[in-house]
């Protein structure tokens, strides 16, 4: 399978699916060189975590690795990192660092949520498209005669 961008073959009923993986994208490409250059704020979440400077790195990686694969036509994948990255940055939200972080007014947590519910539009959303071409193969046409049988069983 080729490696094709997000807009290779675009057409408008594809918005339904490529929206919410560029929201993803976005959320987390931006938090990127914040981690990377570590800045106050990532140095903080990580330190109260006991990962920084390592878990810094490893983690803004993940997320890079990530929003790439977001992008091209190997996006579930993407997707399914990115809910599991957040979530277990939701967890820690939940259990750790509470849910305002250096007085941001709960900014992270709410871009957690909105990566959540989007990555989970993606795999859901690809989950039925698989569904469906697996169901297009079958063959369900009935008649008179089947459903009289049917019904008397």
């Known amino acids: 399978m080729k490696l094709r961008p997000i807009f290779h073959s675009f057409q408008t009923s594809d918005l339904i699916h490529i929206i919410p993986r560029l929201i993803v994208a976005i959320i987390l490409a931006q ?3 914040f981690k990377f250059s570590g800045a106050e704020e990532s140095v903080w979440i990580f330190e109260q975590i006991g990962w920084e400077p390592w878990g810094r790195y490893l983690i803004a990686s993940i997320e890079t ?3 790439l694969l977001l992008l091209t036509n ?3 994948f993407g997707a399914i ?7 277990a940055a939701n967890f820690l939200h939940f259990t750790k660092l509470g849910f305002i972080v ?3 007014g709960g900014t992270l947590f709410v871009l957690s949520i909105i ?3 989007c990555s989970l539009w993606i795999v859901l959303y690809w989950n039925m498209q698989r569904v469906e071409q697996k169901v ?3 063959d369900f046409e009935w008649d008179q005669d089947d459903e009289d049988e049917f019904l008397s069983d």
């Open 115 to 117: 990566v959540i519910f």
């Open 31 to 33: 938090t990127l060189p």
């Open 65 to 67: 690795v990530s929003t």
């Open 102 to 104: 250096n007085n941001d």
């Open 81 to 87: 990192i990115s809910l599991s990255l957040i979530s």
């Open 74 to 76: 190997f996006y579930i």
């Open 136 to 138: 297009s193969n079958f």
